[in-house]
């Protein structure tokens, strides 16, 4: 089954996610999403219009986003980063979301919604 394409925005909705920062970018759209904590699996893996779900909060997924032209990450577990992460996330362009969710039920909420991953 093939991935439709849904906006940030509908996404946030859907989810009831947090927007922490790239409000200005919810009308992008998601062409797929990845699940990782190990940033080389990311590098190595996620494709371009993902987005990527993960628990891992530090600068430096923000480097790995811009180099794999990650739609976006969403937090899981109400995780949210610091203000550091964040200004170098509004720098680059890439929208932070969080969720109160687990990581294995928000990938399941956005494989209903029509948000697969690579097959």
Known sequence: MDSIS?????????LHLKVLCGSDKLHHAVQGGYVSDLL????AHARKGD???????HP???AVAVLKEITAI???NEREPDNE???KAKT????LLS???????LAGKLYELGIHGQS
């Not at 987005?51 to 909060?57: D, E, G, R, S």
């Not at 969720?99 to 039920?105: H, K, N, P, R």
């Open 6 to 14: 849904l906006t940030l925005e509908q996404i946030a909705t859907d």
């Open 40 to 43: 080389s699996d990311v590098m």
């Open 51 to 57: 987005v990527w779900i993960t628990l891992q909060i």
């Open 60 to 62: 430096n997924i923000i």
């Open 74 to 76: 969403i937090f899981v």
């Open 85 to 87: 992460t964040i200004d």
């Open 92 to 95: 680059e362009g890439i929208p």
């Open 99 to 105: 969720s109160s969710l687990t990581t294995y039920q």
